[in-house]
Protein backbone atom coordinates (compact mmCIF):
# COMPACT_ATOMS: atom_id res chain seq x y z
CA UNK A 1 0.00 0.00 0.00
CA UNK A 2 1.71 3.29 -0.79
CA UNK A 3 2.81 5.07 2.42
CA UNK A 4 0.42 8.27 1.88
CA UNK A 5 -2.58 5.84 1.42
CA UNK A 6 -1.50 3.93 4.72
CA UNK A 7 -0.96 7.24 6.86
CA UNK A 8 -4.17 8.45 5.58
CA UNK A 9 -5.91 5.11 6.76
CA UNK A 10 -3.89 5.08 9.93
CA UNK A 11 -5.00 8.89 10.70
CA UNK A 12 -8.76 7.71 10.11
CA UNK A 13 -9.08 5.11 12.56
CA UNK A 14 -7.62 7.51 14.97
CA UNK A 15 -10.58 10.09 14.01
CA UNK A 16 -12.94 7.37 13.95
CA UNK A 17 -11.90 5.83 17.55
CA UNK A 18 -11.74 9.15 19.41
CA UNK A 19 -15.79 9.90 18.20
CA UNK A 20 -16.85 6.99 20.41
CA UNK A 21 -19.65 9.53 21.87
CA UNK A 22 -21.08 9.69 18.59
CA UNK A 23 -20.69 5.79 18.44
CA UNK A 24 -22.09 5.60 21.65
CA UNK A 25 -24.91 7.67 20.47
CA UNK A 26 -26.11 5.52 17.80
CA UNK A 27 -25.55 2.50 19.58
CA UNK A 28 -28.22 3.48 22.57
CA UNK A 29 -30.20 4.83 20.16
CA UNK A 30 -30.42 1.85 17.99
CA UNK A 31 -29.95 -0.96 20.73
CA UNK A 32 -33.46 -1.59 20.98
CA UNK A 33 -33.68 -1.95 17.42
CA UNK A 34 -30.39 -4.40 17.15
CA UNK A 35 -29.23 -7.88 18.89
CA UNK A 36 -25.74 -7.07 19.00
CA UNK A 37 -25.50 -3.16 19.02
CA UNK A 38 -21.60 -3.51 19.99
CA UNK A 39 -21.41 -5.39 16.49
CA UNK A 40 -23.58 -2.33 14.91
CA UNK A 41 -20.49 0.28 16.36
CA UNK A 42 -17.50 -2.26 15.00
CA UNK A 43 -19.02 -1.86 11.38
CA UNK A 44 -19.84 1.64 11.40
CA UNK A 45 -15.96 2.39 12.37
CA UNK A 46 -14.68 -0.24 9.61
CA UNK A 47 -17.18 1.19 7.14
CA UNK A 48 -15.55 4.76 7.54
CA UNK A 49 -12.28 3.37 7.39
CA UNK A 50 -13.13 1.30 4.29
CA UNK A 51 -14.84 4.07 2.52
CA UNK A 52 -11.63 6.23 3.33
CA UNK A 53 -9.03 3.59 1.91
CA UNK A 54 -11.21 3.65 -1.02
CA UNK A 55 -11.74 7.87 -1.43
CA UNK A 56 -8.07 8.22 -0.56
CA UNK A 57 -6.80 5.69 -3.50
CA UNK A 58 -8.65 7.52 -6.08
CA UNK A 59 -7.66 10.53 -4.86
CA UNK A 60 -4.02 10.32 -4.01
CA UNK A 61 -3.15 7.72 -6.57
CA UNK A 62 -5.83 8.43 -9.29
CA UNK A 63 -6.99 5.49 -9.57
CA UNK A 64 -8.54 2.68 -7.80
CA UNK A 65 -6.53 0.06 -5.30
CA UNK A 66 -5.07 -2.97 -7.13
CA UNK A 67 -6.30 -6.28 -5.20
CA UNK A 68 -2.53 -6.42 -3.51
CA UNK A 69 -3.63 -2.88 -2.07
CA UNK A 70 -7.00 -3.95 -1.10
CA UNK A 71 -5.37 -7.08 0.82
CA UNK A 72 -2.43 -4.88 2.68
CA UNK A 73 -5.43 -2.67 4.08
CA UNK A 74 -7.17 -5.82 4.92
CA UNK A 75 -4.04 -7.13 6.86
CA UNK A 76 -3.83 -2.96 8.90
CA UNK A 77 -7.39 -3.16 9.35
CA UNK A 78 -6.81 -7.00 10.82
CA UNK A 79 -4.17 -5.57 12.73
CA UNK A 80 -5.71 -2.81 14.58
CA UNK A 81 -9.71 -4.70 15.18
CA UNK A 82 -8.56 -4.99 18.93
CA UNK A 83 -8.63 -1.21 19.15
CA UNK A 84 -12.02 -0.84 16.99
CA UNK A 85 -13.45 -3.31 18.76
CA UNK A 86 -12.48 -1.98 22.50
CA UNK A 87 -13.83 1.73 21.19
CA UNK A 88 -16.73 0.45 19.76
CA UNK A 89 -18.00 -1.24 23.33
Known sequence: MDG??????LAKIDESLS???ELSILRTSL??????????????????????????????LKRNATPEEFREFVELL????????KSSK
Not at 4 to 9: N, Q
Not at 50 to 58: G, I
Not at 78 to 85: K, N, P, V, Y
Request: hydrophobic share 35%.
Open 4 to 9: RVKRVI
Open 19 to 21: SSD
Open 31 to 60: ATEMKCPWDFATGLVIGRIYNSFHYQTRRI
Open 78 to 85: TSEMARIE
